[in-house]
């Protein structure tokens, strides 16, 4: 990662952290077991994404990113969700999620649930603080709704997560499945949806013009789709330690870009898509410059 991104990406995950403290800890009426559950996995690391792509899309349409942090929790709130449940038994069976126990190792699979549904439901919550706050039209703020929970529904992350389960075993299935369709499925619905859809929330609290809006949908789902590419080289070449993780997509007998493609093609493959991706920002000229910087970091991270 750059100095430049760096630097940007600390900044506005500081936002973010500090913003999520106040919507987790600062009331009162919860039980305490949800609230320690959730904050435990909000809290553990990683690289706040999806909530600086919501800020610096915000950013690109004329919005200071300080008025879309809210909306840029939610995001995040809604992966980690996905990441407690999917290291459930009944999903991916995970014991360590960034170098730590996961939730439900922690809290048990009841409480770890019930952290990702409270996650999942409070981010809809935080959004529509967000859209009031900024005095959205009513038309405004249903589509802000609309794209986070396209994003991570059916169409989106939940559908691609289906689509992965019902790949496993992938080799023995009969002629009919096609890996090839299965895949690209899988991929830009399980992790290209949601990062989308954070662009689109940010320049819809943004006001854009429907054209900017296109090409940040087009740009999201390049580097989306880019991301999980870069995901599956790592999970076959990266440190595990630097992972902070123990088990493999081949242990787990997962359809992924490199054990389809191989390591050269897949790299290949998503170095297209960023290059893709960036030719979308083209109009924005300056203003996406970290948009740009974190479209070149996605094929380049190590962790």
């Not at 500090?18 to 320690?36: D, F, H, M, N, Q």
């Not at 290209?192 to 689109?200: D, F, K, P, V, Y």
């Not at 123990?246 to 960023?274: F, V």
């Amino acid at each position: 990662m750059s100095a430049t991104l760096d630097a940007y990406m600390t900044s506005r995950g500081a936002l973010v952290d500090a913003e999520l403290k106040v919507l987790l800890r600062g009331r009162s009426e919860e039980p305490k077991a949800i609230v320690a559950a959730m904050s435990y996995s909000i809290f553990a690391g990683g690289k706040r994404l999806r909530p600086v792509l919501v800020m610096a899309a915000a950013e690109c349409c004329g919005l200071n990113p300080r008025k879309a942090v809210k909306t840029a929790c939610a995001l995040e709130m809604i992966h980690t969700y996905s990441l407690i449940h999917d290291d459930l038994p009944a999903m991916d069976d995970d014991d360590l999620r960034r170098g730590k126990p996961t939730n439900h190792k922690v809290f048990g699979e009841a409480m770890a649930i019930l952290a990702g549904d409270g996650l999942l439901t409070y981010a809809f919550e935080a959004a529509a603080v967000n859209a009031a706050k900024l005095k959205l039209s009513g038309r405004a703020t249903a589509e802000l709704m609309k794209v986070i929970a396209r994003g991570a529904g059916v169409q989106g992350m939940v559908g691609g997560q289906v689509a992965d389960l019902e790949a496993e075993g992938w080799k023995k299935k009969n002629h009919g499945f096609n890996p090839k369709k299965a895949l690209e499925y899988i991929h830009l619905h399980k992790t290209a949806a949601l990062i989308t859809a954070s662009l689109e929330a940010g320049a819809i609290l943004a006001g854009a013009a429907p054209d900017r809006l296109r090409r940040l949908r087009a740009y999201g789902k390049a580097i989306g789709l880019a991301f999980q590419i870069a995901d599956d080289v790592l999970d076959v070449i990266g440190d595990k330690k630097k992972l902070g993780k123990r088990g493999s997509d081949a242990q787990n007998d997962k359809l992924t870009y490199a054990r389809l493609y191989g390591i050269a093609d897949s790299r290949a493959m998503a170095a297209a898509l960023i290059a893709e991706g960036r030719c979308a920002l083209k109009p924005f000229g300056a203003k996406a410059r970290p948009l740009h910087d974190l479209a070149n970091y996605i094929i380049t991270r190590e962790k």
